[in-house]
């Protein structure tokens, strides 16, 4: 069975720092492109930043380019994002995702994770 535990979370004052884990397990992680995505309250789900199943490759949101870094962990099966000069318009429910395809996005997500609440105040 596939889990993904995110981790992470809480109230940040803008430009704070966060760093969010996703922990997985039941999937070969090195078979997995993983990406993060989040919700805001009363909007769609959107793409936030994904990592090649090797980790040579990282894409970008533009609104997060510079501010957000994604990385991972082969050996302790853990994805990261790392959150930095955070706005209240970061202000969402962050998921985790994992995809056995090349390319990361809603519609490719095989597995979610439960997601991590994370809110930035002003």
């Known amino acids: 069975q596939v889990q993904l535990v995110e981790s992470g979370g809480g109230l940040v004052q803008a430009g704070g720092s966060l760093r969010l884990s996703c922990a997985a397990s039941?999937?070969?992680?090195?078979?997995?492109?993983m990406g993060w995505f989040r919700q805001a309250p009363w909007k769609e789900r959107e793409f936030v930043a994904s990592?090649?199943?090797?980790?040579?490759?990282?894409y970008y949101q533009d609104s997060v380019k510079g501010r957000f870094t994604i990385s991972r962990d082969s050996a302790k099966n853990t994805v990261y994002l790392q959150m930095n000069s955070l706005k209240p318009e970061d202000t969402a429910v962050y998921y985790c995702?994992?995809?056995?395809?090349?390319?990361?996005?809603?519609?490719?997500?095989?597995?979610w994770g439960q997601g991590t609440q994370v809110t930035v105040s002003s």
């Open positions: 039941g999937v070969t992680f090195s078979s997995a492109a």
């Open positions: 995702g994992a995809t056995r395809s090349a390319l990361v996005r809603l519609t490719t997500i095989d597995y």
């Open positions: 990592i090649s199943r090797s980790g040579g490759s990282t």
